[in-house]
């Protein structure tokens, strides 16, 4: 799981990457964000290797995004958690959820998942909106432009953008 | 790029991962929409090895995410664009950013990068909304549900979510 080239890039996306791993990192949180939480259902829902799970998870762990908690002795069992700083990646996994919904990549019969209002029940999704007022903004509006981080690489990669 | 254990899985979010390979192909697609075109631009930008770069950006071609096409003859010279299916990536490009920064995890300097609205120049960023009203959604309110497309394992996973 080594960062090889990400260390010291001004890059929010790289960094999130890197603390989730890989693609086995993001299905172990999205099974935690949907409710699992022992080690062989993580197993079970993943269909990996011993090795790999334990692996992600040990990764996951020294990132911050999940806890290991006992809640057994005799033999000692442990189940994982998101913390605080894991749950904001459901923002990511919806993301990836609506995208490869609009595909269809999963076939004709529709989401696997729906993400609803637990209030209304009416189903919910992401959109881009201003930051201040909360209005509708439409993607192709969007700009990216160069933040108070930015580095030289950031603003180089931005003289490349034709609006 | 073998998707070992993904297909056949009724999950959009590791069909999505699936086609976008690894996290190098994220910051390919990341570098993409931020208007980088040419080979020598994504090498400068990524600073990976050829070899990394051109088996991704082959993986990119096949899942339909980018194109190539040709600028220059003589020596024959390409550049990449991101396809209309992978300019839908932008959405979790941007859940990747929130979330990074967030964490700030490139450091206390603040963002690299801002989005904002090109006719306000107000900074944007993702939300939950109701699909059909377009209103704010608390993200704690939101729920996963088996939709049209749930196999035995998406129910199975559900029947652990404790609301």
Redesign the interface.
């Known amino acids: 799981m080594k960062s090889k080239?990400f260390e010291g890039?001004?890059?929010?996306?790289?960094?999130?990457?890197?603390?989730v791993g890989?693609?086995w990192g993001?299905?172990i949180l999205?099974?935690l964000s949907?409710?699992?939480?022992r080690y062989d259902?993580l197993r079970?829902?993943?269909?990996?290797t011993h090795a790999t799970l334990s692996s992600r998870l040990k990764h996951l762990e020294q990132s911050g995004l999940i806890e290991r908690r006992q809640y057994q002795t005799r033999p000692d069992r442990f189940e994982y958690l998101l913390t605080r700083?894991g749950r904001?990646?459901?923002?990511?996994?919806?993301?990836?959820?609506?995208?490869?919904?609009?595909?269809a990549?999963?076939?004709d019969?529709?989401?696997?998942?729906?993400?609803?209002?637990?209030?209304?029940g009416?189903?919910?999704?992401?959109?881009?909106?201003?930051?201040?007022s909360?209005e509708?903004?439409r993607?192709r509006?969007?700009?990216?432009?160069?933040?108070?981080?930015?580095?030289d690489?950031?603003r180089?990669?931005?003289t490349?953008?034709?609006?």
């Open positions: 080239g890039m001004a890059c929010s996306i790289a960094g999130v990457l890197d603390a890989d693609r993001m299905l999205r099974d949907l409710g699992l939480k259902d079970r829902s993943t269909d990996v700083k904001d990646i459901i923002l990511v996994l919806q993301a990836l959820a609506q995208v490869g919904d609009k595909w990549i999963t076939g019969a529709g989401p696997p998942l729906r993400f609803v209002d637990r209030n209304s009416r189903s919910v999704k992401l959109a881009v909106v201003d930051e201040k909360s509708r903004v993607s509006d969007v700009r990216p432009q160069a933040g108070p981080g930015a580095d690489l950031v180089w990669r931005l490349k953008f034709d609006a």
